[in-house]
C-alpha cells in the first residue's frame, strides 16, 4: 500500500500545502493584515531549531547514552533565560541598522568591515554543510525505508547507497526550488519573509504532532505507559547502564557540560536561529511570550524520546535496526501504515524548515557580504552605472541557493555515510560557536575590534576545521586515515583528536575546547593590543550603548560631507527599485514635514544615513557603505572627533537628564511662586481696603474739628455758651481720633503678631465685675438697667487681663450704643460648661441684619448707612475684640433677631483644657 | 532600578539556577539507580526540574510591566 509513488505523491501534496500557507501569509502581508505579527507564530517559527536531527536522531543518541542528548535542549532554554538581556539587545540593535543577517551583525558591529562579513560568510557556509546533509541524509533514508514497507530493510544491509544518493539528489533539487520560490520572490527592504515564517510555524505544529503520536503510540499502545517500558529496559542489564549513564561514560560530566554550552551558542548563532529570531521578527515585544513558549515546545518534542528509544532497542535488540530510524521502523513493524506515514512526514517538516530557512540565511550571507563587495569593488563591471540592480541581486541569491544545497549534497556524498545524525549536527554547532566570542564581546564590550574579531574567528575556525572537519573527511576515504591515528608527518602531538595530547573527551568537547581557547584569546589578546579606526570606534558605540542612542538618526551624527539629493535617490533606486525608493523618501520627506519629490530635501547627514540605512536593509551594512560612499563625497572623521562627539553625547544625556530634574523642581517652585503671589496680591487688596477706610475714618473727625477750629478762629464774638459747645465738640472728636489711632495701632500689632500678650490665669467674674464698675456712670447718664447673672464658682480661664477687659469694655460700650433709647436694658450672662466658659452680652436694641451678622466682626465695619448716620464708633472694636478671644483659643460670634436685640456671645477655655484646645476644636455650644 | 532592568536580574540569576540545576555535582546526586513514578531517577529529575524552570521563566516574563 505504502507506494513509492504514494509516498511521493502525498510529500507533494504536503509541499504544495506549505506553499499555499506561505502564499497565504504573504497576501496578506501586502494587504497590510500580516499573520505572523503575533508572539505564537514568532515561538513556532524559532522551532525550526528542531530539525530531521531531533526528529530522527534524538532517539539514536539516547539509544546509545540515555539522556546523552537533552543538553541540547536544555543549554537553549538556559539561553533563553538570558534572551530578555542578550536578544532584546541585538534585536534593537538589529532594527536600527537594518542587519540583515548573521555576517551582515558582525561586519557592522566592526566598522562596516567587507572582509570580516566575509570571513563569517565562508564559515557559516562551510560549517552548515555537514548540517544541511544531514537533513538530505535524513529525507532520503526515511524515504528509502518506507518504500521497503511492509519490509523492514535498512540502507546500510543492501548495496542501495547509488540509489539512496540520487535519491537525496532530488530532494536537494526540489528543496532548492522551493525556497526560491519562497524565499526570493521580491526583494524586501526589510528582509521579512513573512510567508516563509507562517509555513514554518506550520511545519513546527506537523513535526511535533507527528512526534507526539508516534511517542504516545509507543508508550501507551505498545507498552503500557512510561513505567511499563522502562521496568521492561530495566530489566536487561545492558539497557540498566543506560538509566545512570553519566558516570559511566569517560569525561561523562564534561562531555554533558560541553554540549551544553555548544548549544546555547547554537540556539543564538545558527544563521537559520538569527534570521527567525531576530530578522524575522516583527515586534520586540513578541520575545516576552517565546521566552517560555519555546522552551515548552523543546521539552514537549524530548517527553517521549526515552520510552522511543528503550522501545525500539526492545524490539529490535540484536541491533540489526540503525537506532537513528526507531522513529519510522517502530510504527512499521507493528504495523501501522498511516502513523508511519505520518511520521514520514513530519521528519519532512523539520528537513525542509530547516533547510528552507537556513538557505535563505545563508543565500543573504553569500550575496551581500561576499558577492555583493566583490562586484562592487571591480570597477571593470561598472555596476555603478547600472540603473536597476534587484534583477542581479535576486540573481545571486537564487545561485547561492541551488550552490549551497549541492554542496550539502557533495558533502553528505563524501562524509555523510561515517557519521550517526547527532555527530553530524555537532560538528555544525561547533563551527557557529565561533561567531560568539565576537558577537557576544562586540555588543556588551567596547573594546574589542575589527582586527580582534578577525583573528579571533579565523583561529577559531582553523581549530574547528583541522579537528572536526578533517577527521569526518578522513574517516570517508578522503583524506589519509593515518592524518588521524598518527598526526600530520608523524607528528603524535597535532593528532587531530587529541591535540596536543588531550584525550578522554569526546570529539566535539575536544575541539570545543581548543577552538574557544584560540578564539577567545586571539579575540581579547588582539583587540587589546591593536587600536581601532574611527570607523570601528563608531559602530562599537552604536552597538553596545544601543539603548542610550535613540532612533536611527543615531549614525548620521558622525557623518561629515557633501551630497546630492538625486545622486541619493538614483542610488536607492538602483537597489531597491524605483517604487521603494521613491516611497522610502516619500517616508523620510513626511517625518519632516517636508514633500516628496517637490526638492525640499536638503541632502545632509539626516539624510545620507537614511539611504545607506535604507541600502543595508537590502545589500548589507558593508556594501551599502561602499555605494554610499560612491556617491557622496565624504570626509573622514579621525578617530579623536569620534571620541570627541561620543563623549558630548554621552554628556548631552547626562545634562539632558541634569536638567529635567531642574525643570521638575522649577515647576514645583513656580506653583509655590504663584501661590504666594496670589496670597499677596489679595493681601496687597486688603491692605489698600484698609487704608481708604482708615483714611476716610480719619477725615470725618478731622473735618469736624477743621470747621469748629475755623468757625472759633474767624468770628471772635461767638457767644461763651456757644464756644464751650463747640471746644466740646472739638475735644470729642480728638478723643474719637485718638481712639481710632490707638486701635490701628492695636490692630496692626495684633495682627503682625506683634503684640504682647501677658498671660495668666484671670477669673471672668472679676472681669466683668471691673468692667461694670467702670461703666456705672455711663449706665446712669443713659439710663440703662444692667442684669449680670454670675454664677458663684467658675474655673478661670488663661489670658491677658487687660486685654479680656478690654473685649468686655467693647462688647459692653456697643450695647449701650445700640440698645433701646428709652428704655435700656443690658443683660450679662457668665456660664461654664463642658470645660468651656461662656459670656453672652445681650442688649434690646433694634437687632442686626442676618446679612450684617457675618460682616460685623470685619475692619471697619459698621452697621447702618454711614453716608446718613453718623458714626457711632471706629468699626475695629468687634475685630480686635475676636482677635484676641481666638488668640486665646475661642470664639466670638453673634446671634440677633431684627427688632428683639443682638446678643453678643464669647467662650473661652477653662484653664485646665485651655492649652489643647487652643490648637483644636471650636467650642462647645457655639453655632455652627 | 527599572523594571526592564529588573527583570533582566531576575533572568540572569534563573540561567544561574538553570547552570546548578543541570550540572555536576547537583546532577551527580539523582544519577542514581530506583525509579520515581516508574521513571528513573535521573530521567525524572531532569524533566521536572526543567518543567520547573521553564514555569518560573513564564512567570516572570509574564509578571509585572
Known amino acids: 500500500m505504502l507506494h513509492g509513488t504514494a509516498i511521493i505523491l502525498v510529500s507533494f501534496a504536503y509541499l504544495g500545502l506549505l506553499f499555499a500557507i506561505a502564499y497565504y501569509a504573504d497576501g496578506r502581508a501586502d494587504a497590510g493584515r500580516p499573520v505572523i505579527a503575533s508572539p505564537y507564530i514568532y515561538s513556532l517559527s524559532l522551532a525550526v531549531y528542531a530539525t530531521a536531527w531531533t526528529f530522527y536522531g534524538s532517539v539514536g543518541r539516547a539509544a546509545s547514552d540515555g539522556v546523552g542528548f537533552l543538553p541540547i535542549y536544555i543549554g537553549p532554554t538556559l539561553m533563553i533565560a538570558l534572551w530578555w538581556v542578550v536578544l532584546r539587545k541585538m534585536l534593537r540593535i538589529s532594527k536600527q541598522n537594518r542587519i540583515t543577517s548573521l555576517a551582515d551583525f558582525i561586519a557592522s558591529r566592526y566598522g562596516k568591515s567587507a572582509l570580516l562579513g566575509g570571513l563569517v560568510t565562508v564559515i557559516a557556509v562551510i560549517g552548515i554543510l555537514p548540517y544541511i546533509s544531514l537533513q538530505l541524509k535524513a529525507v532520503s533514508n526515511s524515504f528509502w525505508i518506507l518504500v521497503q514497507y511492509p519490509d523492514i530493510i535498512l540502507p546500510g544491509e543492501v548495496d542501495a547507497a547509488p540509489i539512496r544518493q540520487d535519491t537525496a539528489l532530488w530532494v536537494a533539487l526540489i528543496l532548492a526550488a522551493f525556497t526560491i520560490a519562497f524565499g526570493t520572490r521580491h526583494l524586501d527592504a526589510a528582509e521579512h519573509h513573512q510567508g516563509m515564517v507562517a509555513a514554518i510555524a506550520f511545519e513546527s505544529l506537523v513535526k511535533l504532532l507527528a512526534f507526539l503520536a508516534v511517542g504516545v503510540f509507543v508508550t501507551f499502545g505498545v507498552y503500557d505507559g512510561f513505567g511499563d517500558v522502562f521496568a521492561r529496559a530495566a530489566a536487561e542489564p545492558k539497557l540498566r547502564a543506560m538509566m545512570t549513564p553519566l558516570e559511566g561514560v569517560a569525561g561523562g560530566y564534561a562531555n554533558w557540560v560541553w554540549l551544553t554550552i555548544l548549544s546555547m551558542m547554537a540556539i543564538m548563532f545558527l544563521p537559520r536561529q538569527f534570521q527567525v529570531a531576530v530578522i524575522e521578527n516583527v515586534d520586540e515585544k513578541h520575545l516576552k511570550k517565546a521566552i517560555w513558549l519555546f522552551p515548552v515546545y523543546m521539552l514537549a518534542i524530548n517527553i517521549f524520546v526515552l520510552p522511543i528509544a528503550f522501545g525500539g532497542l526492545l524490539r529490535f535488540p540484536d541491533g540489526s535496526v540503525d537506532a537513528d530510524t526507531f522513529v519510522l521502523t517502530l510504527p512499521m513493524a507493528e504495523k501501522q501504515e498511516l502513523l508511519a506515514l505520518l511520521v514520514f512526514i513530519g521528519g519532512l517538516s523539520a528537513a525542509t524548515g530547516m533547510v528552507i530557512v537556513e538557505t535563505i540565511a545563508l543565500s543573504t550571507m553569500v550575496c551581500n557580504d561576499l558577492v555583493m563587495p566583490v562586484l562592487l569593488r571591480l570597477r571593470r563591471l561598472r555596476l555603478n552605472e547600472r540603473p536597476d540592480l534587484t ?395 444692667v442684669e449680670a447673672r454670675l454664677p458663684e464658682n467658675v474655673s478661670g480661664v488663661t489670658a491677658d487681663l487687660d486685654r479680656m477687659i478690654q473685649v468686655m469694655l467693647n462688647l459692653l460700650s456697643n450695647a449701650v450704643k445700640f440698645c433701646d433709647r428709652a428704655n435700656g436694658w443690658i443683660g450679662i450672662a457668665l456660664a461654664e460648661k463642658d470645660g468651656w466658659l461662656r459670656v453672652d452680652v445681650r442688649d434690646n436694641g433694634q437687632g442686626i441684619n442676618p446679612a450684617d451678622q457675618s460682616e460685623i466682626f470685619s475692619k471697619f465695619h459698621q452697621v447702618g448707612n454711614t453716608l446718613t448716620d453718623k458714626p457711632r464708633g471706629s468699626g475695629l472694636g468687634l475685630h480686635i475684640s475676636r482677635h484676641i478671644v481666638e488668640h486665646f483659643g475661642g470664639r466670638m460670634w453673634v446671634e440677633s433677631d431684627v427688632g428683639h436685640g443682638a446678643c453678643f456671645s464669647f467662650t473661652l477655655p477653662a484653664a485646665a483644657v485651655a492649652r489643647a484646645a487652643r490648637t483644636t476644636a471650636a467650642p462647645i455650644g457655639a453655632p455652627t | 532600578m527599572s523594571d526592564f532592568e529588573k527583570k533582566g536580574q531576575r533572568f540572569i540569576a534563573l540561567c544561574m539556577l538553570g547552570i546548578l540545576m543541570f550540572n555536576y555535582p547537583i546532577l551527580a546526586l539523582f544519577n542514581v539507580s530506583g525509579t520515581l513514578f516508574g521513571v528513573p531517577v535521573l530521567y525524572a529529575y531532569i524533566f521536572i526540574a526543567w518543567a520547573a524552570l521553564i514555569a518560573v521563566m513564564a512567570y516572570v516574563t509574564e509578571s509585572g510591566g
Open chain 1, 391 to 785: 534583477v542581479l541581486l535576486l540573481g545571486i541569491r537564487r545561485g547561492a541557493i541551488v550552490l549551497i544545497l549541492l554542496l550539502g549534497y557533495l558533502y553528505f556524498k563524501l562524509a555523510g555515510e561515517a557519521y550517526a545524525l547527532v555527530s553530524i549536527g555537532l560538528i555544525s554547532f561547533a563551527a557557529v560557536a565561533q561567531f560568539a566570542p565576537a558577537i557576544l564581546g562586540g555588543i556588551f564590550w567596547k573594546g574589542g575590534n575589527r582586527a580582534g574579531a578577525l583573528c579571533g574567528l579565523v583561529s577559531g575556525f582553523i581549530v574547528w576545521f583541522y579537528a572536526l572537519f578533517l577527521p569526518a573527511l578522513a574517516r570517508s576515504g578522503w583524506v589519509p586515515i593515518g592524518l588521524l591515528e598518527h598526526g600530520p608527518f608523524g607528528i603524535e602531538l597535532l593528532k587531530p583528536l587529541q591535540l596536543f595530547g588531550l584525550s578522554g573527551l569526546d570529539q566535539i568537547t575536544h575541539a570545543m575546547i581548543w577552538s574557544m581557547i584560540a578564539n577567545i584569546g586571539a579575540y581579547v589578546g588582539v583587540s587589546l593590543s591593536v587600536s581601532p579606526s574611527a570607523d570601528e570606534h563608531r559602530q562599537a558605540s552604536l552597538f553596545v550603548d544601543v539603548f542610550r542612542h535613540a532612533g536611527e538618526g543615531g549614525g548620521a551624527r558622525f557623518w561629515r560631507g557633501t551630497a546630492s539629493v538625486p545622486d541619493l535617490y538614483n542610488l536607492l533606486a538602483r537597489f531597491l527599485g524605483s517604487a521603494a525608493a521613491d516611497s522610502a523618501f516619500a517616508e523620510y520627506a513626511s517625518a519632516r514635514q517636508l514633500r516628496w519629490p517637490d526638492g525640499q530635501l536638503t541632502a545632509d547627514a539626516e539624510l545620507v544615513h537614511y539611504v545607506e540605512v535604507q541600502l543595508a536593509g537590502a545589500i548589507g551594512g558593508a556594501s551599502a557603505r561602499i555605494m554610499v560612499a560612491s556617491v557622496v563625497k565624504e570626509e573622514r572623521l579621525s578617530v579623536d572627533e569620534v571620541r570627541d562627539i561620543l563623549d558630548e553625547a554621552s554628556q548631552v544625556v547626562v545634562y539632558s537628564h541634569r536638567l529635567e530634574q531642574k525643570s521638575r523642581e522649577l515647576e514645583a517652585a513656580t506653583a509655590e511662586l504663584r501661590e504666594a503671589n496670589e496670597r499677596l496680591k489679595e493681601l496687597d487688596r486688603l491692605k489698600d481696603d484698609f487704608v481708604s477706610t482708615v483714611t476716610h475714618e480719619l477725615r470725618t473727625p478731622l473735618t469736624s474739628i477743621r470747621a469748629f477750629t475755623e468757625i472759633l478762629l474767624d468770628e471772635p464774638d461767638v457767644d461763651l455758651g456757644q464756644r464751650k459747645k463747640f471746644l466740646g465738640i472739638i475735644t470729642k472728636e480728638t478723643e474719637r481720633l485718638t481712639r481710632l489711632i490707638n486701635q490701628v495701632l492695636d490692630l496692626s500689632k495684633i495682627e503682625s503678631g506683634k503684640a504682647e500678650w501677658v498671660e495668666s490665669a484671670v477669673d471672668m467674674r472679676e472681669v466683668i465685675d471691673d468692667t461694670l464698675a467702670a461703666m456705672e456712670q455711663l449706665f446712669k447718664d443713659k439710663k440703662i438697667t
